[in-house]
C-alpha cells in the first residue's frame, strides 16, 4: 500500500480564500484522523471519522472548518474563509479497527495564509 | 483535561550514547501510549505502543516503559546513532469509550551528533 496520501503538499493563499486539503487513507482502515501542527500548540486532534462518520470534532476550531469523508477512501478538510493564524501543517491519519491500533500519518499539507 | 508533558524539548547527545526521553500525563486512566518519531518536513512514523496493562515494548535500540500509576513513560535509546536525530512525540489514548483519539506532549528534539 502506498500508506497515507495527502494533498497538496503545500498550499500558499491569500487571506479569505476557501482551502481545500484531501486525504486517502490507508485501504481497509475505517478510522480517519485530521491534525494540525504549529510550534505554539504542537499536534492538536480536529475530528475523526469511524466508517465515515463523523465521531468527534470538538477540535475543530471554529466554523470556518468543516471536514467530510463521502466514502472509504476519501476526505476533505476546508477552510472557509482562511485566516493567517490558520497556517499549520495539516496531518491526515488513518487506522484499523480496534482501539489498539496504530495510526498511520500521511505526509501532511504545509498551508500559508498570507 | 488530558495534558501530556515531554522534558527535555531538546536534547543533544554525542553519537554512542544511551539516552532517555521522558513523558508524562496528568490523567492516569489512559488506554495505550504511543512513541512516535517525526523527521523534518515529514509525518510520524509509530515505534511503540503500550497497552495501559503492560509495563514496556521493545523494538531493537528501543525500550519505552510505562508507569500508569505515577503517569510517566520513557523512551531508552541505546547506542544513538546520528539517524536517530529527529523529534520523538509520545501521545496517550484516553479510556476506552474515548475511541482512538490521541493527545500528544509536545516532543524532543534529539539532536546526536557524530
Known amino acids: 500500500d502506498a500508506g497515507v496520501i495527502q494533498s497538496p503538499r503545500h498550499e500558499v493563499t491569500e487571506m479569505g480564500q476557501e482551502v481545500t486539503l484531501r486525504c486517502k487513507p490507508i485501504s481497509g482502515h475505517d478510522y480517519l484522523f485530521w491534525y494540525r501542527q504549529t510550534m505554539m500548540r504542537g499536534l492538536e486532534l480536529l475530528i475523526y471519522f469511524n466508517n465515515n462518520v463523523p465521531i468527534d470534532d470538538s477540535g475543530m476550531p471554529e466554523d470556518r472548518f468543516s471536514a467530510k469523508m463521502p466514502n472509504a477512501s476519501f476526505s476533505t478538510l476546508k477552510i472557509q474563509p482562511s485566516e493567517p493564524r490558520d497556517s499549520a501543517v495539516y496531518f491526515c491519519?488513518?487506522?484499523?479497527?480496534?482501539?489498539?491500533?496504530?495510526?498511520?500519518f500521511g505526509p501532511g499539507t504545509r498551508l500559508t495564509v498570507l | 483535561k488530558q495534558e501530556v508533558t515531554q522534558i527535555p524539548a531538546a536534547l543533544s547527545v554525542p553519537e554512542g550514547e544511551n539516552l532517555v526521553l521522558n513523558c508524562s500525563f496528568t490523567d492516569s486512566a489512559i488506554y495505550n501510549l504511543q512513541w512516535f518519531r517525526q523527521d523534518p518536513g515529514k509525518g510520524l512514523t509509530s515505534l511503540l505502543l503500550i497497552q495501559s496493562s503492560q509495563r514496556e515494548q521493545t523494538s531493537g535500540r528501543l525500550n519505552a516503559s510505562l508507569d500508569k500509576s505515577s503517569g510517566r513513560s520513557t523512551l531508552y535509546i541505546a547506542a544513538s546513532q546520528p539517524g536517530d536525530s529527529a523529534t520523538y512525540l509520545c501521545a496517550v489514548t484516553l479510556s476506552r469509550d474515548a475511541g482512538n483519539m490521541l493527545t500528544f506532549g509536545g516532543g524532543t528534539r534529539l539532536m546526536v551528533k557524530p
Open positions: 491519519a488513518s487506522s484499523s479497527p480496534g482501539l489498539s491500533a496504530t495510526q498511520y
